[in-house]
């Protein structure tokens, strides 16, 4: 298992930016695939965007063209640009690490982080 920290929440208005981070614990980060999940109240826990070891991405229908994920294989970091936020972007933002070809609900999640976009 790989311990994911994640930083960067914050209470912010509609319009406005904000970018995720989440450190790793692992020395062999650069296998993992990496993604940012969210739950919002009352819902299901959903996709937000991944990347590849080898840095190809993909995104929800949602957030495409306002987030983009990327990540820093030699300091064990991934991050989450998010821009032009709106409301309905509230919600505790999860990382995730797991290895290619695998669920990734049975991967490695960090602990969480409050995203909240008031209008």
């Known amino acids: 298992q790989v311990q994911l920290v994640e930083s960067g929440g914050a209470l912010v208005q509609a319009g406005g930016s904000l970018r995720l981070s989440c450190a790793a614990s692992t020395n062999i980060f650069s296998i993992y695939v990496m993604g940012w999940y969210r739950q919002a109240p009352g819902k299901q826990r959903e996709l937000v965007a991944t990347?590849?070891?080898?840095?190809?991405?993909n995104y929800a229908d949602s957030v495409k063209g306002r987030f983009s994920i990327s990540r820093d294989n030699a300091k064990k970091m991934v991050y989450l640009q998010m821009n032009s936020l709106k409301r309905e972007d509230t919600a505790v933002y999860y990382c995730?690490?797991?290895?290619?070809?695998?669920?990734?609900?049975?991967?490695?999640w960090g602990q969480g982080t409050q995203v909240t976009v008031s209008s």
């Open positions: 990347i590849t070891s080898g840095g190809s991405t």
């Open positions: 995730n690490a797991h290895r290619a070809f695998t669920d990734p609900n049975f991967g490695s």
